[in-house]
């Protein structure tokens, strides 16, 4: 048997009433109809179990029936800035990062990248990330922002205790991925790169540049690589 469909609502009381993009997922694609269960979650990092109890032309009520435990939220505060990226290219990245664990992910243009952003592509981030979360049984949506420079990208790091930089055109790493850290912010840049100018912005906002090895990566592959490491150093990927 299937695990319950999870739906993201804003808040969860005795009755929720789904409604707008997530009544047409459990309506039209998942067909749900009285007594399925189903999971709900308010993005507090709490789950709950519930039960159709009625559905009507635009809308499904819920019964909820208690919460249960989840424990596959990550301890650790991980927040991935990446360069924007051409195509579909950033979407992959919101999917895997999501999948990863991340708890926020904040798209920036800088000096070499090529790609634009708009509304409609932000919303389309912001929904990849909710449908990765229900996928991989997350209770909560990683957070999706848009900073249209990188000094803003660069402040948004503040707070953070461990920031690493992968930087492409190091060496070698100036220090070892920390490992048990309680909060991580990585930079990756887009298909143009950074600057060394910008290496140098990055460094005087406490970051560590990091190599991840001899051969250039394409920037998804960068971001998930780099991802996959401080996960697994932080105790994450057990
Ligand atoms: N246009 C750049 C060049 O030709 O050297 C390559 C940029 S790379 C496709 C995109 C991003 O991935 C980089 O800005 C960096 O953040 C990351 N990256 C790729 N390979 C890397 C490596 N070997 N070490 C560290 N970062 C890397």
Do not use: W
Not at 20 to 40: C, I, N, P, Q, S
Not at 52 to 78: F, Q, Y
Not at 90 to 109: D, P, W, Y
Not at 194 to 215: I, W
């Amino acid at each position: 048997m299937s695990a319950p469909k999870r739906f993201f609502v804003k808040k969860v009381g005795d009755e929720v009433v789904l409604a707008g993009e997530e009544y047409r997922h459990a309506h039209t694609v998942l067909r749900l109809g009285v007594g399925d269960e189903v999971t709900l979650l308010d993005g507090s990092g709490k789950e709950y179990a519930a039960i159709v109890s009625a559905v009507s032309k635009g809308n499904i009520t819920l019964h909820t029936l208690g919460e249960r435990p989840s424990d596959r939220e990550p301890r650790a505060d991980v927040f991935l800035l990446v360069g924007l990226l051409k195509g579909d290219k950033t979407e992959l990245v919101v999917q895997k990062a999501t999948e990863l664990g991340v708890n926020r992910i904040g798209v920036f243009s800088s000096e070499y990248c090529a790609a634009y952003m708009n509304e409609n592509k932000l919303e389309r981030l912001r929904r990849v990330a909710k449908e990765a979360a229900k996928q991989c049984l997350r209770s909560r949506v990683p957070e999706v922002e848009y900073f249209e420079n990188f000094d803003g990208a660069m402040s948004a790091s503040a707070g953070y205790v461990h920031k690493l930089f992968a930087c492409e055109f190091l060496e070698k790493s100036e220090a070892e991925i920390p490992d048990m850290g309680a909060s991580y912010c990585l930079a990756v840049g887009s298909e143009g790169g950074f600057t060394e100018e910008e290496f140098a912005r990055a460094k005087a906002a406490g970051f560590t540049g990091v190599s991840l090895g001899k051969r250039i990566l394409r920037a998804e592959t960068a971001a998930i690589a780099l991802l996959s490491v401080v996960m697994y150093r932080a105790g994450e990927l057990k």
